[in-house]
């Protein structure tokens, strides 16, 4: 009611009932006059949910003091943290203009992005409709429980207003009670928030609905809410809200301090949903986590954890330890940033570490992991092709990035995700083993914190010191030595070469071997069975036997030694009777023609990861003591 009070005569806009001038610019009792002591006035918007139950959402937004010349509105075309174009103006509709006296305006739309809007009296208001059914980290997903609202996906901006000050405004669909979970500023209006400037506010995503709210502190300062969709019960939210609280403690020690939140918290919104989409999306001052499922019946729960300790480290690293390439957040194009191995692949690394510290995961299951992330580097071809930094180059392309041609990623790309959790693994070993356990990669993130993250912004939703590669380089001499640092980052970063991993960990107790050593392989490849055959359902991986007997996707094997090739008991029998180095014939179909071929086995070179104990050989004390001051709590 207080909101329908305070900005009433917006509110008759968006009803079409008419505008009154100037009256966008008032201000809420307590709204902080950000704008009045920047000389500039704020640009307003409003959201309201008329049909909740057809998923759109209709936007009002008002920017004053927008000079004499045409303006230009745009809807973003990327989202922070996410680095592929998602070109949200797709969704967009029924888009009107007006000026400060409610005339309509014309507009052109020189590009599918913008509206270009002349003839006003410098007000520009404009009205619009937008479409969203998608619950994740980057969309618009409107419906009866919620609107879980990303602002690129929703909000149209001008070009150059993005240093004015921003007030928004939601609106209740009748009948319902929702509330608003979001790391905007509050007013004394509890549907009414404000932010510094545009970096800001489209870093902002809000979760408007009825959601369960806990709080906790931790020391040495910081306080952590926690906004859930759960569908589960009181005893399954104590029991998460308590391993995010162990989380989020072991993180705070590895940096020995929490970030300074721009508004004094930081704000979980997490939707566990039977809809949602599994994701999770860092911001400045909160995280979107989304997962298919409820906490009453969940056997994702260790990802759902996983992912709250891989965003809440973000708030550190690339929220405010952040590469130059991703700062400021460009939302006409996608950042193209060469740092992402870091940002993404360490924070990807601790992610591991941190489940593994806070005890929400065993040594045996961190052991599988790490195992799993040192296999598909190893082995995979497209190391061969591009260092950790050009993968990260490539990530507009691969980050929830839908394509209707194929594609060989397989062969060409190794996840900056993966590959950069396998150097995070890698430098840290390397640097307990070279200085004897003294300095740990726990050193290096807090050197780059203190340089880089720590610093004061210059104004909300900008950091004042973004990173280069050669800063990265840098730090990392300053705290081991420059022939280290430099061969680190010449051999393994920007290099193609690969850590030597089996070294490095059995320093610590774990052994890293052949999965099934002596056992035949034909190639890693899915393939589907038709009945008759077996399809390979994807691209060859190079070099794989497969691959050297000239097979690829989509041929159909019909027969191999012999044997009809049909299900995979029959392959399995087929390749357990042989050894690596066995020549078979194999018989194939391509695009309807029967091809015979040989194909020489190999040794299947998969590797895992196991302690050492499961070998049967005690640990030593050194071994002990090594693997207890990387794995065991700092709490
Ligand atoms: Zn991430």
């Not at 020189?110 to 980057?138: A, E, F, K, N």
Request: glycine share 8%; aromatic share 10%.
């Amino acid at each position: 009611m207080q909101f329908r009070l305070f900005l009433c005569s917006v509110a008759s806009v968006v009803f079409g009932v008419g505008f009154l001038p100037g009256s966008v610019s008032a201000q809420a009792p307590g709204v902080p006059s950000a704008a009045a002591a920047l000389g500039a006035s704020p640009v307003t918007y409003r959201i309201s949910f008329p049909e909740p139950e057809h998923r759109w959402a209709q936007v009002e937004v008002v920017f004053p003091d927008a000079g004499t010349r045409p303006l230009d509105v745009r809807m973003s075309r990327s989202s922070p943290g996410r680095y592929a174009l998602h070109e949200f103006g797709r969704n967009v509709y029924d888009v009107h203009a007006f000026d400060g006296r409610g005339r309509p305006l014309r507009f052109d739309q020189p590009d599918l992005h913008q509206w270009t809007i002349s003839g006003h009296d410098g007000t520009v208001r404009v009205t619009y409709r937008v479409y969203g059914d998608r619950v994740d980290g980057t969309y618009l997903g409107v419906d009866t429980i919620h609107a879980h609202i990303n602002m690129p996906a929703t909000l149209m901006w001008a070009r150059g207003l993005e240093n004015r000050p921003v007030q928004i405004a939601f609106e209740r669909p009748a009948g319902t009670k929702w509330s608003v979970a979001t790391q905007l500023h509050p007013t004394d209006d509890p549907f009414t928030f404000t932010a510094a400037n545009l970096q800001y506010l489209m870093d902002s995503p809000v979760e408007f609905g009825n959601f369960t709210l806990r709080t906790f502190n931790v020391n040495p300062a910081a306080t952590i809410r926690l906004a859930m969709h759960h569908g589960g019960t009181a005893a399954d939210v104590d029991r998460f809200v308590g391993d995010v609280a162990k989380l989020v403690r072991e993180e705070g020690a590895v940096f020995g301090e929490f970030p300074k939140y721009d508004v004094g918290y930081y704000t979980f919104l997490v939707d566990y949903l039977p809809y949602a989409e599994g994701d999770g999306m860092e911001h400045r001052n909160s995280a979107v986590v989304t997962f298919t499922g409820s906490f009453a019946n969940s056997g994702r729960r260790p990802d759902l954890l996983g992912t709250i300790a891989h965003e809440f480290f973000h708030s550190w690293n690339v929220e405010r330890i952040r590469p130059r390439s991703l700062e400021p957040f460009n939302f006409d194009e996608a950042n193209v940033s060469s740092e992402l191995w870091l940002g993404e692949g360490f924070t990807s690394y601790y992610e591991t570490l941190m489940m593994q510290r806070a005890g929400l995961a065993s040594v045996e299951e961190t052991a599988v992991e790490l195992g799993r992330t040192i296999d598909a580097v190893v082995r995979s071809p497209g190391r061969l092709l591009r260092s950790a930094v050009d993968m990260s180059r490539l990530a507009p392309f691969v980050d929830t990035a839908r394509w209707i041609d194929r594609t060989n990623w397989d062969n060409l790309h190794i996840s900056y995700y993966t590959w950069g959790e396998a150097l995070g693994l890698g430098l840290d070993l390397s640097l307990r083993d070279h200085t004897n356990g003294r300095v740990t990669l726990d050193d290096y993130m807090r050197a780059m914190w203190r340089v880089y993250g720590r610093p004061a912004p210059p104004a909300e939703g900008l950091v004042a010191a973004p990173y280069t590669m050669r800063d990265a380089r840098d730090r990392l001499a300053e705290i081991s030595d420059r022939a280290f640092a430099d061969r680190f980052f010449d051999r393994y970063v920007e290099g193609r070469e690969v850590v030597d991993y089996a070294g490095l960990l059995q320093r610590v107790g774990f052994v890293l071997r052949r999965r099934n050593a002596g056992r035949a392989w034909l190639g890693q490849v899915r393939v589907d069975y038709g009945g008759s055959s077996a399809r390979l359902v994807e691209p060859a991986l190079f070099g794989s036997p497969i691959y050297r007997a000239g097979l690829d996707q989509d041929d159909e094997i019909v027969v191999l030694d012999g044997e009809a090739i049909a299900s995979p008991a029959q392959l399995d029998r087929v390749l357990e009777r042989h050894r690596p180095g066995d020549i078979l014939p194999i018989t194939f179909v391509r695009r309807g023609t029967r091809t015979n071929a040989s194909l020489t086995l190999e040794e299947d070179p998969r590797l895992e990861v196991i302690p050492l104990e499961r070998t049967g050989r005690p640990l030593s004390d050194a071994e002990r003591s090594f693997r207890a001051a990387w794995l065991n709590s700092r709490q």
